[in-house]
């Protein structure tokens, strides 16, 4: 693996007794670059946030996060390293201050005061209180301040949206593309909702079923699925790289893999009149394959 990319996992498996939970799992994150995991609950995203954090082994396949084995890793390593799991095990005896020195302890040499501080005002969290009294949604930005603390170069963060109102997970957003821009970091995160990635991520990748089905960056991904809408009684033959088809009012909605030119081509040579070809969103993209 060259030091351009972040992380890169070949062929990666993972079981839990007889249930495979990840299998043949193959993805590559360039370094400076955000990353989205999408796959609904339970295909196996937060196994692959754990290997990747180093918390569990792969049964078969490597992973590289850094250049290192992230079961194995240097401490020098794992402190550029920031992961906020999905369920956040903060101190919850402490309060948010307490928790920040406790993580500022760790990490003396990397720890930025004057960013915590600005942060901790911006996502408006309290400095009174125990943290076990913090709704989900505050809980997530306090973790994610803890790690945000020590300006990690690699974040991996396991589905960090939900509890969040609009406003928190446009600030959210902000924030990760901020630190994009500021220090190069590589954002790593898992999710299903679609719709936040819009001008966030510049890679994704779909798991189902353990299986990764779909990987690359936003243009690649777009680039490989189209729509061709066309009056229901026109009821074309097959076309090229259908993958199916479905009726929509008087509309007729086929989902293709094939060129848009070969479409037209196709189309036309039927006789076939007022259709129209366009690019799937990713959030299409994510319905058809997940």
Same mark, same amino acid.
């Given at each position: 693996? +060259?030091?351009?990319?972040?992380?890169?996992?070949?062929? @990666?498996?993972?079981?839990?007794?007889?249930? +495979?939970?990840? !299998?043949?799992? $193959?993805?590559?994150?360039?370094?400076?670059?955000? &990353?989205?995991?999408?796959?609904?609950?339970?295909?196996?995203?937060?196994?692959?946030?754990?290997?990747?954090?180093? !918390?569990?082994?792969?049964?078969?396949?490597?992973?590289?996060?850094?250049?290192?084995?992230?079961?194995?890793?240097?401490?020098?390593?794992?402190?550029?390293?920031?992961?906020?799991?999905?369920?956040? *095990?903060?101190?919850?005896?402490?309060?948010?201050?307490? &928790?920040?020195? &406790?993580? !500022?302890?760790?990490?003396?040499?990397?720890?930025?005061?004057?960013?915590?501080?600005?942060?901790?005002?911006?996502?408006?969290?309290? %400095?009174?209180?125990?943290?076990?009294?913090?709704?989900?949604?505050?809980?997530?930005?306090?973790?994610?301040?803890? @790690?945000?603390?020590?300006?990690? %170069? #690699?974040?991996?963060?396991?589905?960090?949206?939900?509890?969040?109102?609009?406003?928190? =997970?446009?600030?959210?957003?902000?924030?990760?593309? %901020? $630190? #994009?821009?500021?220090?190069?970091?590589?954002?790593?995160?898992?999710? *299903?909702?679609?719709?936040?990635?819009?001008?966030?991520?510049?890679?994704?990748?779909?798991?189902?079923?353990?299986?990764? @089905?779909?990987?690359?960056?936003?243009?690649?991904? =777009?680039?490989?699925?189209?729509? @061709?809408?066309?009056?229901?009684?026109?009821?074309?033959? +097959?076309?090229?790289? %259908?993958?199916?088809?479905?009726?929509?009012?008087?509309?007729? =909605?086929?989902?293709?893999?094939?060129?848009?030119?070969? #479409?037209?081509?196709?189309?036309?040579?039927?006789?076939?009149?007022?259709?129209?070809?366009?690019?799937?969103?990713?959030?299409?993209?994510?319905?058809?394959?997940?």
């Amino acid at each position: 693996m +060259t030091a351009a990319v972040a992380i890169q996992a070949d062929r @990666v498996e993972k079981r839990f007794g007889r249930k +495979t939970v990840l !299998q043949e799992l $193959s993805l590559r994150v360039p370094a400076g670059s955000c &990353y989205a995991l999408l796959g609904r609950n339970g295909a196996g995203k937060t196994t692959l946030m754990r290997l990747l954090a180093g !918390q569990l082994l792969p049964a078969a396949g490597c992973i590289r996060v850094l250049g290192e084995d992230p079961a194995d890793c240097r401490l020098e390593t794992a402190a550029r390293i920031g992961y906020v799991a999905e369920r956040r *095990h903060l101190w919850r005896e402490m309060t948010l201050p307490e &928790y920040l020195q &406790y993580q !500022q302890a760790f990490f003396p040499e990397r720890w930025d005061d004057a960013l915590v501080t600005a942060l901790c005002r911006r996502l408006q969290l309290p %400095e009174t209180g125990r943290i076990g009294d913090f709704s989900f949604g505050t809980a997530g930005k306090a973790a994610l301040l803890g @790690v945000l603390g020590r300006r990690p %170069e #690699l974040l991996l963060l396991d589905d960090p949206l939900p509890g969040l109102d609009p406003a928190a =997970r446009r600030e959210w957003q902000d924030v990760i593309l %901020e $630190s #994009l821009a500021e220090t190069g970091c590589t954002v790593f995160f898992s999710t *299903h909702q679609i719709g936040e990635l819009t001008g966030i991520c510049d890679r994704a990748g779909i798991l189902r079923e353990g299986r990764m @089905v779909a990987e690359g960056t936003i243009e690649e991904l =777009r680039a490989r699925w189209r729509e @061709v809408r066309l009056p229901a009684a026109a009821s074309p033959g +097959t076309l090229p790289g %259908e993958i199916r088809r479905e009726v929509l009012a008087d509309t007729l =909605r086929v989902v293709t893999t094939a060129p848009e030119a070969e #479409l037209a081509a196709a189309l036309q040579q039927q006789r076939i009149g007022g259709f129209r070809i366009q690019s799937l969103t990713l959030e299409e993209i994510f319905l058809e394959l997940a």
